[in-house]
């Protein structure tokens, strides 16, 4: 029997695409993007790992015991589906779960097969396998006890901390075109997370945090890197402003393993309007994380429009494995072919929308994360 690890892993089941396709932020479309991983003939190249559903044990890692019970329907007559009452009562409204994060029929499997997903990848990694990818994870902005931005739960904090039995120092970078909040103020106060996001920072565009000047508290002073950036980056700029500074992150810090949220909420024509990406964009950051050869959890995150999404996953996973699947490559006939049109190719083009950052501007923003970076080492015992 060859015991040798795999290379990649990619974290699914029937099970967890059908609860992560009734998330009303995203219904359907987590069935879109393993269908077309499928139809490209990349699953076969990578090993699969059906998640379990996580415990009330495993959530309260992170999360309180009100907010589980709360979340996972377990306080409303039990089973998993707690989303017929209204919200607007004291107790719903607590808890985040009104608005952008209303209960719906299936959160409580939602919640407990999202982080039993990214508890899987985690585990796999610290198994030996290289990468693992769990695309229905990277549900970024909850926090301990409040549901927020589309998340209700935080399995990306989840996954880090099973990280933590494992190896000392632990690099979270966030590709979303939304801060990773939730992530972020969870380690604010540690020395063996670091976390560094890439957002859109504006009046007015969710969740208003991570300023430049934002790097951490106490013992976690310089460990939480931000990079504020303006609407309508290019694929250049957006690479500009991160290559330089998970340069220096990875190598002040040497963490050893690392996790990437690979939210895809800023390509071209996403709802959100937010950055103006190709996937190209999240290739070669990608690319540039698995060079160095540190085990790394892929996970997903934003992205409202689901072909996109699809695309651009499933490009990531064919990196994951090795290969690559070209832009211009033909999507394959299968269920969601009629998604794909006009074009029926891989490619996500940008917009017409102005980039409304400039080369100083971007540089400005590395160079301030940089300095950070040396003034916080310089202190460092």
């Known amino acids: 029997m060859d015991m040798t690890p795999p290379r990649a892993v990619l974290v699914r089941s029937a099970r967890g695409i059908a609860a992560a396709d009734r998330l009303p932020s995203n219904v359907g479309r987590a069935s879109r993007v393993h269908a077309l991983?499928?139809?490209?003939?990349?699953?076969?190249?990578?090993?699969?790992?059906?998640?379990?559903a996580a415990t009330d044990a495993e959530l309260a890692a992170f999360h309180s015991e009100e907010f589980i019970r709360r979340v996972t329907g377990s306080d409303c007559g039990g089973g998993s589906d707690c989303g017929g009452g209204s919200d607007s009562d004291s107790d719903g409204g607590s808890f985040g779960l009104a608005d952008d994060c209303a209960p719906f029929a299936g959160m409580g499997e939602h919640?407990?097969?999202?982080?039993?997903?990214?508890?899987?990848?985690?585990?796999?990694?610290?198994?030996?396998?290289?990468?693992?990818?769990?695309?229905?994870?990277?549900?970024?902005?909850?926090?301990?006890?409040?549901?927020?931005?589309?998340?209700?739960?935080?399995?990306?904090?989840?996954?880090?901390?099973?990280?933590?039995?494992?190896?000392?120092?632990?690099?979270?970078?966030?590709?979303?075109?939304?801060?990773?909040?939730?992530v972020q103020d969870a380690f604010a106060f540690s020395r063996r997370v670091m976390t560094l996001s890439v957002h859109v920072a504006e009046r007015g565009f969710y969740p208003g945090s991570g300023a430049a000047a934002d790097?951490?508290?106490?013992?976690?002073?310089?460990?939480?890197?931000?990079?504020?950036?303006?609407?309508?980056?290019?694929?250049?700029?957006?690479?500009?402003?991160?290559?330089?500074?998970?340069?220096?992150?990875?190598?002040?810090?040497?963490?050893?393993?690392?996790?990437?949220?690979?939210?895809?909420?800023?390509?071209?024509?996403?709802?959100?309007?937010?950055?103006?990406?190709?996937?190209?964009?999240?290739?070669?950051?990608?690319?540039?994380?698995?060079?160095?050869?540190?085990?790394?959890?892929?996970?997903g995150g934003g992205g409202y429009s689901h072909a996109n999404a699809a695309r651009c996953?499933?490009?990531?996973?064919?990196?994951?494995?090795?290969?690559?699947?070209?832009?211009?490559?033909?999507?394959?006939?299968?269920?969601?072919?009629?998604?794909?049109?006009?074009?029926?190719?891989?490619?996500?083009?940008?917009?017409?929308?102005?980039?409304?950052?400039?080369?100083?501007?971007v540089d400005a923003a590395a160079a301030r994360v940089l300095a950070a970076l040396a003034a916080h080492a310089s202190r460092s015992p």
Do not use: K
């Open 37 to 52: 991983i499928d139809a490209l003939g990349l699953g076969g190249l990578a090993q699969v790992v059906e998640p379990a």
């Open 313 to 361: 996953w499933a490009r990531l996973t064919a990196v994951a494995c090795g290969a690559d699947v070209a832009a211009a490559a033909d999507v394959p006939d299968h269920a969601f072919l009629a998604d794909y049109a006009p074009a029926f190719d891989m490619r996500v083009d940008a917009t017409l929308a102005p980039d409304e950052n400039s080369d100083a501007s």
């Open 215 to 299: 790097e951490g508290r106490g013992r976690g002073a310089g460990h939480s890197l931000n990079l504020p950036l303006q609407r309508g980056a290019s694929d250049s700029r957006f690479a500009r402003a991160l290559e330089p500074v998970l340069a220096a992150a990875v190598g002040s810090f040497r963490p050893q393993a690392v996790v990437v949220q690979c939210g895809c909420d800023g390509l071209g024509g996403d709802p959100t309007r937010a950055l103006n990406l190709t996937p190209d964009a999240l290739v070669r950051a990608v690319r540039g994380v698995l060079a160095w050869r540190l085990p790394t959890v892929l996970l």
């Open 111 to 182: 919640v407990r097969l999202a982080a039993g997903g990214t508890l899987a990848a985690a585990a796999a990694v610290v198994g030996g396998a290289q990468v693992a990818m769990h695309w229905e994870g990277g549900r970024h902005h909850a926090a301990r006890a409040r549901a927020a931005g589309f998340c209700y739960v935080n399995d990306a904090v989840l996954g880090i901390l099973r990280l933590q039995d494992a190896f000392a120092r632990v690099l979270y970078v966030d590709l979303d075109a939304h801060h990773g909040d939730g």
